[in-house]
């Protein structure tokens, strides 16, 4: 038995005879395959590329909401009750003398008086209500003498560096440690029951004049003790 194409059938197979694809018409067609294929899989990353910027834009709003809190809290400190001899706030105050102050510290500072140099100005600095600070400073050199309440530290000089020369003594019967090069003494760190002693040279002594200014602060403190 024998079929017989219908007319449709065969105008179709004559037209599709008559169409030739070149080699590059068959490469561009499975490209824009292969390309329809690959959106319908990932459509995410069309939108990749923003993503950094977005990042960028999302931190630049949340620092603009907090920066300006993080200023406030550093221009306008808290208060902190019962902290040092004057109220207020907590925060590094330079005085105009050292009555000054000791009231803002709330004990006595004491002070030197005979220097290895010619000083020519000085300044009264609290850091934070819980550290005196006295600052001589001449034409050559400085000395920085701290005082402070004392805790469990015994260290209040803000100078951890190691120096080839240590001294671990006594002086007025109190522990006195020596630090420098050379038979030079940069520091100078001593305590009594009450107080954190320090002294700090910008150019170095030798050893029996940086404890002649120790000795002046001991003989203060004895003194002071005995009223």
């Known amino acids: 038995m024998t079929l017989n194409k219908s007319p449709k059938n065969n105008s179709y197979k004559e037209i599709m005879d008559r169409i030739e694809v070149s080699d ?77 102050l000791s009231r803002r510290m709330g004990f006595k500072v004491f002070g030197l008086y005979d220097f290895p140099f010619e000083v020519k100005s000085t300044e009264y600095t609290s850091y934070f209500d819980e550290l005196a600070q006295i600052t001589y400073r001449g034409a050559d050199n400085e000395i920085s003498y701290r005082q402070s309440a004392r805790g469990d530290e015994t260290d209040n000089s803000g100078d951890y560096n190691e120096y080839p020369d240590v001294i671990t003594t006594e002086l007025s019967g109190l522990p006195l440690i020596l630090k420098g090069e050379n038979g030079n003494y940069v520091l100078a760190i001593w305590y009594d029951n009450n107080f954190c002693y320090s002294i700090k040279m910008e150019v170095g002594l030798e050893r029996a004049k940086i404890e002649h200014l120790v000795e002046q602060i001991a003989t203060e403190v004895t003194e002071e003790s005995s009223k």
Request: net charge positive.
């Open 24 to 100: 590059e018409m068959r490469s561009r067609i499975l490209e824009n395959v292969v390309l329809s294929q690959e959106k319908k899989r990932f459509p995410f990353q069309r939108f990749s590329r923003y993503l950094p910027v977005c990042a960028s834009l999302l931190i630049l709003a949340i620092g603009a909401s907090t920066l300006p809190q993080m200023v406030d809290r550093i221009t306008n400190p808290t208060p902190i009750e019962g902290v040092g001899g004057a109220p207020g706030t907590a925060s590094i105050e330079t005085c105009k003398s050292i009555n000054e």
